[in-house]
């Protein structure tokens, strides 16, 4: 089945599955205790029920799926700072800035522990490619849209498996996100680390069931266009639709500067236009009819499509051939983060030390959503401002790492620079943010300090 009628079956088969996935993660205690999504335990089912599996399903379904998350990464990122209002630098960087300079150090972190094990263990004894390293910040900062939307840049320098190994190493963050952040919340809480202990200890059995009793359901969005003139949900998607189109002319620009860069993806550009559009629309209050809520359902709709999609497209046979290197690699990511978390965020943040590790930590292997959802378990109220510091940081974060222009030129660099000159520019700019926290007066000269500051912020 060719053309738009097969992408629409395609797209709804999708649909039923994610429906299936809502209905595990129901049912299923496990998977409620570990916060997946239902799109990836669909995607799950269906990757089982595809070529790899049961071979359910005809090979031009599964190419319609394997092209959706290419095409969504660039509604995702669109909608990101659309409705957003867009802080003072001065209140940006004196709330957001501690968060930044960490935040900054433990993407980073993530390239740099993942080429040095490259580079030492995995070249040398499966002699993986050193560009297999990015996996590890693609999927972990970046997520399954990320590492979608890089499948043509993989392809163009000749890994093939880049983008399937990415959408594991992004499911394997998620899950790691929840397992293990959970663990450090636990010892935090037990230790006296947090400034605000949740006392029921927990998120409210209907969250981890995923279905809102009648008296919690809230609105979703607002109207900000009269429906007859425009449908409210048509404007914000004319937005996006800009949004996206201001990207693609700047790609033009991007593509055109040198070979290389022919396969640049499309997704940064659509997010940078993204933050035009605000930043024009506030001067004149165009803004004020921007429903951030309505982007966020765009968004969270875009994204559930295409991470069902993406797993079910994983190309199981490239992983299986990539699978020690993949599962090595993975810890040291894991590692690195867990690390982070309990030595270098004390050191480095001022104050609420833990509530901002653990946001970023949740963030940084799986998605914001879960870095927030993290943060609740601690500060279920936001005492502290650990949420607009996270807030502020992502707008500076979002644009180059995660997904932003250091993300999208991660493997070009790699390929062209070489591994060690790669691994002394991401260590000297962990340095760098060291340095900018330090002389700004945010890090702390020892951990003892930090704890002693959470404890004395809860005394009061």
Same mark, same amino acid.
């Given at each position: 089945?060719d053309?738009?009628?097969?992408?629409f079956f395609?797209v709804c088969?999708?649909?039923?599955?994610l429906?299936?996935?809502?209905?595990?993660?129901?049912r299923?205690?496990?998977?409620?205790r570990l916060? /997946?999504?239902?799109s990836?335990i669909?995607g799950?089912?269906?990757?089982?029920c595809?070529p790899f $599996?049961?071979?359910?399903f005809?090979?031009?379904?599964?190419?319609?799926?394997r092209?959706?998350?290419?095409?969504l990464?660039?509604?995702v990122?669109a909608s #990101?700072?659309?409705?957003v209002a867009?802080?003072? =630098?001065?209140? /940006?960087?004196?709330i $957001?800035g501690?968060?930044l300079?960490?935040g900054?150090?433990?993407?980073m $972190?993530?390239?740099f522990?993942a080429?040095? @094990?490259?580079?030492?263990?995995?070249g040398p004894?499966f002699?993986t490619?050193?560009?297999?390293?990015?996996?590890?910040e693609i999927g972990f900062?970046? *997520?399954?849209?990320?590492?979608?939307?890089? *499948?043509p840049?993989f392809?163009?320098?000749?890994?093939?498996?880049?983008?399937?190994?990415a959408?594991?190493a992004a499911?394997?963050?998620?899950?790691?996100?929840?397992?293990?952040?959970?663990i450090m919340?636990?010892?935090a809480?037990?230790?006296g680390?947090?400034?605000?202990?949740?006392e029921e200890?927990g998120i409210?059995?209907?969250?981890?069931?995923?279905l809102? =009793?009648?008296?919690?359901?809230y609105?979703i969005a607002?109207a900000?266009?009269?429906?007859?003139?425009?449908e409210?949900l048509?404007?914000?998607?004319?937005? @996006? $639709?800009i949004a996206?189109f201001?990207?693609?002319i700047?790609l033009?620009?991007?593509?055109?500067?040198?070979?290389i860069?022919?396969?640049?993806?499309?997704?940064?550009m659509a997010?940078?236009?993204?933050?035009?559009i605000?930043?024009?629309?506030?001067?004149?209050?165009?803004?004020?009819?921007?429903d951030k809520?309505t982007?966020?359902?765009?968004?969270g709709?875009?994204?559930?499509?295409?991470?069902i999609?993406?797993?079910?497209g994983?190309?199981?046979d490239?992983?299986?051939?990539?699978?020690?290197?993949?599962v090595?690699?993975?810890?040291?990511?894991?590692s690195w983060?867990i +690390?982070?978390?309990l030595?270098?965020?004390?050191r480095m943040f001022?104050?609420?030390? +833990?509530?901002?590790?653990?946001?970023?930590?949740?963030?940084q292997?799986?998605?914001?959503a879960?870095?927030?959802? #993290?943060?609740? /378990?601690v500060?279920?109220?936001?005492k502290?401002?650990?949420?607009?510091?996270f807030?502020?940081?992502?707008m500076?974060?979002e644009?180059?790492?995660g997904g932003? /222009? @250091?993300?999208? #030129?991660?493997?070009?660099?790699?390929?062209?620079?070489?591994i060690? =000159?790669?691994?002394?520019?991401?260590?000297?700019i962990m340095?760098i943010?060291?340095m900018i926290?330090?002389?700004?007066g945010?890090t702390?000269p020892?951990r003892?300090?930090?704890i002693?500051a959470?404890?004395?912020a809860?005394?009061?």
């Amino acid at each position: 089945m060719d053309g738009v009628f097969g992408l629409f079956f395609s797209v709804c088969v999708l649909s039923i599955f994610l429906l299936i996935g809502k209905s595990l993660r129901v049912r299923v205690k496990l998977f409620q205790r570990l916060f /997946l999504p239902s799109s990836i335990i669909a995607g799950f089912v269906l990757l089982a029920c595809g070529p790899f $599996g049961l071979n359910l399903f005809p090979e031009w379904m599964i190419a319609y799926w394997r092209q959706i998350p290419g095409v969504l990464i660039n509604v995702v990122f669109a909608s #990101l700072f659309l409705g957003v209002a867009l802080p003072k =630098p001065k209140k /940006l960087w004196d709330i $957001g800035g501690p968060q930044l300079c960490y935040g900054m150090v433990a993407g980073m $972190g993530q390239y740099f522990i993942a080429m040095l @094990i490259t580079v030492l263990v995995l070249g040398p004894l499966f002699g993986t490619p050193d560009v297999f390293s990015c996996i590890v910040e693609i999927g972990f900062s970046g *997520g399954h849209g990320t590492a979608a939307g890089m *499948g043509p840049v993989f392809e163009k320098i000749g890994f093939q498996a880049g983008s399937d190994l990415a959408q594991m190493a992004a499911t394997v963050g998620i899950v790691s996100a929840v397992v293990f952040g959970i663990i450090m919340i636990n010892i935090a809480i037990r230790k006296g680390y947090c400034v605000c202990l949740n006392e029921e200890k927990g998120i409210p059995t209907y969250k981890r069931i995923g279905l809102i =009793p009648e008296q919690k359901r809230y609105s979703i969005a607002t109207a900000t266009v009269a429906t007859e003139a425009i449908e409210p949900l048509t404007f914000h998607f004319a937005i @996006i $639709g800009i949004a996206i189109f201001i990207g693609w002319i700047m790609l033009q620009g991007i593509q055109a500067i040198h070979p290389i860069l022919a396969s640049f993806p499309l997704f940064p550009m659509a997010m940078i236009g993204g933050l035009l559009i605000q930043a024009i629309s506030t001067p004149f209050n165009i803004d004020h009819y921007y429903d951030k809520d309505t982007f966020d359902r765009i968004l969270g709709f875009s994204l559930d499509v295409l991470v069902i999609s993406a797993i079910a497209g994983i190309r199981m046979d490239l992983f299986i051939q990539n699978l020690w290197p993949f599962v090595i690699i993975m810890i040291t990511g894991v590692s690195w983060m867990i +690390f982070a978390t309990l030595v270098i965020a004390p050191r480095m943040f001022p104050t609420n030390w +833990f509530e901002r590790g653990i946001t970023e930590y949740g963030m940084q292997t799986g998605v914001t959503a879960m870095g927030l959802l #993290l943060l609740r /378990l601690v500060d279920p109220m936001y005492k502290t401002d650990t949420a607009t510091a996270f807030g502020f940081k992502q707008m500076v974060y979002e644009p180059f790492m995660g997904g932003g /222009l @250091i993300t999208a #030129l991660a493997p070009f660099i790699i390929i062209n620079l070489g591994i060690w =000159p790669s691994i002394a520019a991401s260590g000297f700019i962990m340095l760098i943010f060291v340095m900018i926290s330090r002389t700004n007066g945010w890090t702390q000269p020892s951990r003892k300090k930090t704890i002693f500051a959470g404890k004395k912020a809860k005394a009061n």
